[in-house]
């Protein structure tokens, strides 16, 4: 967490001495001071930030990706050009904590076709319906591929 308010003060002294604190200062001062950072890396001791922000863009352009594939897909249907088929799996869950399950949950209810409806009391699946579920294998292929794995990566 230090490097990283690190690199957010870096951020912000580089928008500061440019005269302008804008959003394109900033992004471009977060990227010089990271990119300072890892060079500098072997004297700043142990840590996963450099591992974690790549996962964390990753993450971000998934979602964003996945959300609008899923509002096209439910606008169309919604517009009477598409077919639903609508249900509910159970999807086995490898993540453990808390803040891990509690995130997937969120993201899947977030994307639209999709709500989480309940986690299993020994933690082991979540319930999702679905309003596309064609086959629940794949349904739930698409969750663990996609969202868990990448949740996994960021807060493992």
């Known amino acids: 967490m230090r490097i990283f308010v690190l690199n957010a003060i870096l951020a912000v002294i580089w928008a500061a001495v440019q005269?302008?604190?804008?959003?394109?200062?900033l992004v471009t001062g977060y990227v010089l001071a990271y990119v300072l950072l890892w060079l500098i890396r072997p004297a700043l001791g142990e840590t996963t930030?450099?591992?974690k922000v790549p996962a964390a863009i990753g993450f971000t352009l998934f979602f964003v990706k996945e959300l609008?594939?899923?509002n096209a897909r439910v606008a169309w249907t919604v517009l009477g050009a598409g077919k639903r088929r609508p249900g509910v799996v159970a999807v086995p869950l490898d993540l453990e904590s808390d803040i891990q399950i509690s995130l997937l949950a969120n993201v899947v209810t977030l994307t639209p076709g999709t709500l989480s409806l309940d986690v299993a009391p020994d933690r082991s699946c979540l319930y999702v319906h679905g309003m596309f579920v064609d086959d629940p294998e794949a349904f739930r292929r698409e969750i663990k591929d996609g969202f868990e794995r990448r949740i996994g990566e960021l807060l493992g």
């Open 19 to 25: 005269g302008t604190i804008d959003l394109a200062n």
């Open 49 to 51: 930030y450099f591992r």
């Open 68 to 70: 609008l594939i899923s």
